[in-house]
Structures are given as structure tokens and as C-alpha cells.
């Protein structure tokens, strides 16, 4: 069987990365994106006998994700799977959370996933097939208490939940799957900036979750949001 093409966003630490490294054990071709170099990430692979292809770009950035989806192209053809895992925090107290904060956080978080998406589906629709995860949170999911100071975070995660479900809808027909993974804390930078204190599950805990959202053995998951609590130090 030819390996799935698989683009990650946000790939050069953290979840993203970890996503790297399951993916490719599972046998995906993994292109990794993120605005800083991932290359460390795709030498591990590489060195783990995977196929991983880094590649510098910016979700906000619609000219860079159409330059790094054409270089995945070039490289392995079309795209078969997306993880959308890009994101940005600003955190901070509301009263400071000024316009271009916001507008920061909306071009990432929301947009950005917006824009891979597109790009992917070009790939995806006229072949009948395909799965795009968007990672969201559970500081965008109603009734879950929420952390102070994160309200633009909380709000954009909040829309990439609606965007998936109403994304989810319109791509089924031509045999896609959308689906969402709102993760509790993970042990990754951005949650050492938002709550230091907070113990959170590894990376790794919840790429495996990732990876079987991806499988064929998840064919029957469309249009979820999957909520996932993983104890801190889940293995």
C-alpha cells in the first residue's frame, strides 16, 4: 500500500511534533509546517527509518500555505491527511487583549486551519477520500469551566469546533472525514505559559488519539468533537 501523505501543522515541538513521530512509525509520509524549523523533528524521523519532509511556514500566511502544500505535492503527491494542530495563545487579561491580539490569534487559530484546509480538500474532494483533524480544546467546549486570561484563546477554539462540525457536513458527501480533538492540558510550552502550575497529559498520550482518528479503523468517526482527559503522565 502507497503511505498516506499526511501535512502537520505546528510540527516543529509539542503536540505537532508528536504527531510527527507516531505517524511515521504508523507508516505516514509526514510534512511537517510551522513558522519556525522542524527539521530537528523530520532528522528524527529520518533517523527512525520514516519519511519526513520540513517545511517553514505560516498558517496566517495564505501565500505560504499554498507554497508549502505545492512543495508537499511536488514531493509525494497529493495530501491525504491533515492535522491541523497550529496554534497561538496570547495570554493575558481581557482589558489587554487588544485588536491585533485578537486579529492574531483568529488568523491562526481559525483561519489558519481555514487555509490548510482548503488546500488540502483540492487534494482530497476529487479523489473521495481523505481525513482532516483540527485540534482544538477543552477551553472551547460549552459548559467546561474555562482558565482565566485566555479568553481570545478560548473563543477561537471555540469557532474551530463549529468550523469542523459544519465542515464536517458539506465535504461528506464526497467521502471525507472531519473531526475535532479538544485535548484537556498538555505538557507542551504553550501550557507552561497559560498555567505553569498545571500538570498535563504527554504529547505522545494524545497523538496516539490522533492516530487512530486517522486510521481506517476510525472510518466511522465523522463530525465529532472528541474530548479527551488524559490523566497527567498518561503513558
Given amino acids: 500500500m502507497t503511505p498516506r501523505v499526511t501535512v502537520i501543522t505546528g510540527a516543529s515541538r509539542g503536540v505537532g511534533a508528536a504527531c510527527a513521530r507516531r505517524l511515521a512509525a504508523d507508516g505516514h509520509r509526514v510534512a511537517l509546517l510551522a513558522r519556525s524549523s522542524c527539521e530537528p523533528v523530520a532528522a ?16 496566517a500566511r495564505p501565500e ?6 505545492a512543495a508537499v505535492r511536488a514531493a509525494w503527491g497529493p495530501v491525504d491527511v491533515l ?17 491585533e491580539r485578537w486579529r492574531a490569534l483568529w488568523e491562526v487559530n481559525v483561519s489558519g486551519a481555514l487555509r490548510c484546509s482548503q488546500a488540502a480538500l483540492e487534494d482530497m474532494r476529487p479523489r473521495g477520500r481523505g481525513v482532516i483533524v483540527n485540534v482544538a ?3 472551547g467546549v460549552s459548559g467546561i469551566p474555562k ?7 478560548a473563543t477561537t477554539k471555540g469557532a474551530l469546533i463549529a468550523f469542523s462540525e459544519a465542515l464536517a457536513a458539506e465535504v461528506a458527501p464526497a467521502g471525507v472525514r472531519v473531526v475535532c480533538v479538544s485535548p ?45 482527559w488524559g490523566p497527567p503522565g498518561a503513558r
Avoid: C, K
Fill in 44 to 59: 528524527e524521523v529520518r533517523a527512525a527509518g520514516g519519511e519526513a519532509l520540513a517545511l517553514v511556514a505560516d498558517v
Fill in 64 to 69: 505560504s500555505v499554498q507554497a508549502a502544500f
Fill in 83 to 99: 492535522v491541523n494542530n497550529a496554534a497561538r495563545l496570547e495570554p493575558g487579561p481581557f482589558a489587554a487583549l487588544t485588536p
Fill in 137 to 139: 480544546s477543552v477551553g
Fill in 147 to 153: 482558565l482565566p486570561g485566555l479568553v481570545g484563546y
Fill in 184 to 228: 484537556g492540558s498538555v505538557s507542551t510550552a504553550m501550557l507552561a505559559e497559560a498555567a505553569p502550575e498545571a500538570e498535563g497529559m504527554p504529547p505522545a498520550a494524545l497523538a496516539d488519539v490522533i492516530a487512530f482518528l486517522v486510521s481506517d479503523a476510525a472510518r466511522a468517526v465523522h463530525q465529532a468533537n472528541l474530548v479527551v
